[in-house]
């Protein structure tokens, strides 16, 4: 997400990257004609399923009797003779686990052993199982990589209540959506659960009065993988429904004894390594991040949630962010939310080693561009262009990414956005002035250079470039 269509700066310095609108983070080619795939055999396990082998998740399953699931799964499956077959099994299985799971949650049916009906961990690690299985399989039919893949999607999408969220089509009651999240720092941890998922659980498909009349609740889990969310995984499940409720929140794990209200929301995520132990520090990749604003302020009405009476746990307006202010290089926490013009974060250029790139010259030692070895890579410089305009336009089109001086950020085009480059990758970049020699200095040209001096001494001394 960024705020606006300009990064405004006074150092000469100072860069900014343009990326494309409508191409965020792909890399552009001819598409050749697709030949039939070949048939793949099963692929080995994935970091965050590898952990089902450990004591404490055989342990969970075992005392929530989901411990049959995965192998009964793996008996369905050798049964399977096509791809179909594999579609509707894999469909059905994927829902089954999930009712399974909420009917659990809610006091239906056994409870499957002493772990607490309210546990989100059993369905967590049940799903994974049957991921280990499916990603494994190698049936008698030719399963190419991209048909196994839409397998795994079908079924965590159905384990996960994201297809399932209906409401039908009266009018005479409320439809609220709340969403939860898989537990994490699993590897510091691997007893934990997630608050949010257990409440996703206990309210999926439950009934509530209000004082507007009766409203119906629907939820889904998402995974916390980095990858999953930049494939849009939360637009893909949310887009469909939201325009027909009435209110929709997230949960996720929070600080212990407290729930807050995150009044701000911002463009940057990462600085954590997800359940597959990949860590990502972005700007939150979007469709269109130019039309994306830096900031998102909640529109819950917070004043009557915190003013509430909500048992045991007491609720807080959070308002505090961590931003890097207009025209600086550094965060700074606010406690009372986001000033105007800051940014959520700075990109790394490290993150952009598989784009194609716009660039002045194919040796990045001649160019702004010399930081990037520093990062560790040489670009692919797909197209050399000196002039600034057409560099614009080229990145427009979607066919790479270019650095630009803040300088110029006041003539870039409607159609691009500018993103803040993380100032330790920034490059220095020497400004000089020429004057006639053996002539002396106009009145002007002597003012100009006494000023010019001064500024570059004030970029000296607060550490700029």
Do not use: C
Not at 11 to 24: P, Y
Not at 145 to 173: H, K, N, V
Request: hydrophobic residues 40%; without cysteine.
């Amino acid at each position: 997400m960024v705020r606006g269509r300009r990064v405004r700066g006074t150092g000469v310095a100072r860069l900014a990257l343009l990326v494309a609108s409508l191409t965020v983070g792909a890399v552009l080619a001819p598409v050749p004609a697709q030949a039939q795939a070949p048939a793949a055999t099963g692929a080995p396990p994935t970091v965050e399923e590898r952990r089902l082998d450990l004591a404490v998740p055989q342990e969970i399953l075992r005392r929530s009797g989901f411990d049959d699931v995965a192998a009964r799964f793996a008996r369905e499956l050798d049964g399977v003779r096509s791809y179909r077959q594999a579609e509707r099994l894999v469909t059905r299985e994927g829902a089954a686990l999930w009712r399974r799971a909420v009917d659990r949650a809610q006091g239906r049916g056994d409870a499957g052993g002493d772990l607490s009906r309210g546990d989100d961990r059993p369905l967590y690690w049940a799903r994974l199982g049957m991921t280990r299985e499916l990603r494994g399989w190698e049936p008698g039919f030719g399963l190419s990589a991209s048909r196994r893949t839409a397998l795994l999607d079908l079924l965590e999408r159905g384990s996960r209540g994201q297809d399932s969220i209906a409401y039908g089509t009266g009018t005479s009651y409320k439809r609220i959506l709340v969403t939860g999240f898989d537990p994490f720092t699993l590897d510091r941890d691997i007893r934990i659960g997630n608050p949010s998922g257990a409440t996703a659980l206990a309210l999926d498909g439950t009934w509530i009065r209000t004082a507007a009349g009766p409203a119906r609740i629907e939820t889904a889990m998402f995974p916390v993988r980095w990858g999953d969310f930049a494939a849009g995984t939360v637009e893909r499940t949310l887009r469909p429904v939201l325009p027909r409720v009435d209110l929709f929140t997230t949960v996720s794990q929070g600080r212990v004894g407290r729930i807050d209200v995150e009044r701000f929301t911002g463009a940057w995520r990462g600085g954590f390594p997800d359940n597959e132990n990949v860590s990502r520090t972005e700007t939150v990749p979007v469709s269109d991040p130019a039309s994306q604003p830096q900031w998102t302020a909640t529109t819950l009405p917070y004043e009557a949630i915190v003013a509430a009476r909500t048992g045991p746990f007491p609720v807080y307006d959070h308002t505090s962010v961590t931003e890097i202010p207009a025209g600086g290089t550094g965060p700074v926490v606010r406690d009372s939310g986001p000033t105007e013009g800051s940014v959520g974060g700075r990109l790394r250029l490290a993150e952009l080693a598989d784009e194609e790139w716009v660039a002045g010259s194919t040796r990045p030692e001649d160019t702004l561009m010399r930081p990037v070895l520093e990062a560790g890579f040489r670009p692919r410089t797909t197209l050399v262009v000196r002039d600034w305009i057409a560099k614009q336009g080229f990145v427009a089109a979607g066919l790479g990414v270019t650095l630009l001086p803040a300088l110029a950020a006041d003539s870039v085009r409607s159609d691009i956005v500018l993103v803040p480059v993380h100032p330790d990758d920034v490059p220095h970049r020497a400004v000089y002035a020429a004057t006639p020699h053996g002539r002396a200095d106009s009145p002007a040209v002597a003012a100009f250079l006494t000023e010019l001096r001064a500024v570059a001494g004030q970029l000296s001394r607060s550490g700029r470039p």
